[in-house]
């Protein structure tokens, strides 16, 4: 696979997590599309509540923004010593590690770093302090990398045509490009992708918010619809593949992505149509052998009770799964930044992990 586009080739945004000494800045997702407003968060409880709020949202960007949360911490710290200074090194790993529990890429960059500070936990305080920055940036580099990479493969593993996602799994969930979001805009620059379906995303409308707003400002051509008029839309013939992201991909090939990726993916067998989850190594969970095991976050009653701020039902009682679980079987394909993993999935997971020690 050849690279043929550059990050600034294929949008216009910004990255949307990033660290500067002493603060993380990003985007704040959550006044979107109304407002395009850029925060800098100076501690690490203010980091933490940014992800539990979904101020920044999306499995890459949650694990940049917690990486970058420990680099604040490396940074603004007042312990005197190593002891003092690992005391809250762990208390910050702490506070980060319980936001929310689906998204897989939150505990591998916080163990990332965890890892790296355990092994130099002889080197002295302020270069310790350098590493973990470092790594932290390294991480939300490495983010842009891949997916990049993911464009690429997923471009070429895409039928010529029009393509439905849900959710967003473009530039604002992740540092930039996004997942979903990167192979859409090589398929744009190439010319092969004719529309994008946009599903909604109840219920916190993460398609018409974030994703209408995000490709529509670079250019791609899209048509939003609410999540219930995505069957008819494919028994009308007008969907000639679907690609949604993914926030943790078990050994089976079984992932977990935005509540309602199941019901496209039934539907999508239904009508023969090729359905594609694109994600990093960094969202794979080879310690989990099926979906079955997958945490899924519930959240507020008020996400459903409203729309928009809106109150729009009366005070019953609610269910609110943020994520659900697709199973292996519905897949075509999914496109990592290693190249695009086909069935059997299992076998061919191992295969690439392997290939990656
Ligand atoms: O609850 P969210 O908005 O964090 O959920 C996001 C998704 O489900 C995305 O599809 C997933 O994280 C992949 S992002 C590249």
Sequence with gaps: MEIRYRPEELTRLPRSVRYETGKVIMIDQTLLPKEFKIIELRTVEEVAEAIITMKVRGAPAIGAAAAFGLALYADTTKAKNKDEFMDGFYRAYETLKNTRPTAVNLF?????????????????????????????????????????????????????????????????????????????????????????????TRPVLQGARLSAWEYHYDGIPLKLITDNMAGFVMQQGKVDAIIVGADRIVANGDFANKIGTYTLAVLAKEHGIPFFTVAPLSTIDMSLKSGKEIPIEERKPEEVLTCGGCRIAPDVDVYNPAFDVTPHRYLTGIITDRGVVYPPFERNLRRLFREEQ
């Excluded at 310790?128 to 580099?141: H, N, S, T």
């Excluded at 997916?147 to 967003?168: D, I, K």
């Excluded at 604002?172 to 994008?196: F, P």
């Design 108 to 200: 591998w960059a916080l163990n990332r770093i965890k890892k790296l500070v355990e092994e130099n936990a002889e080197s002295p305080l302020d270069e310790l302090k350098k590493l973990i920055v470092a790594e932290a940036q390294r991480i939300a580099d490495e983010d842009v990398e891949a997916n990049l990479r993911m464009g690429h493969y997923g471009a070429e593993a895409l039928p010529e045509g029009n393509v439905l996602t849900h959710c967003n799994a473009g530039s604002l969930a992740t540092v930039q490009l996004g997942t979903v979001g990167a192979v859409l805009r090589v398929m744009n620059k190439d010319g092969t992708l004719k529309l994008l379906w946009v599903d909604e």
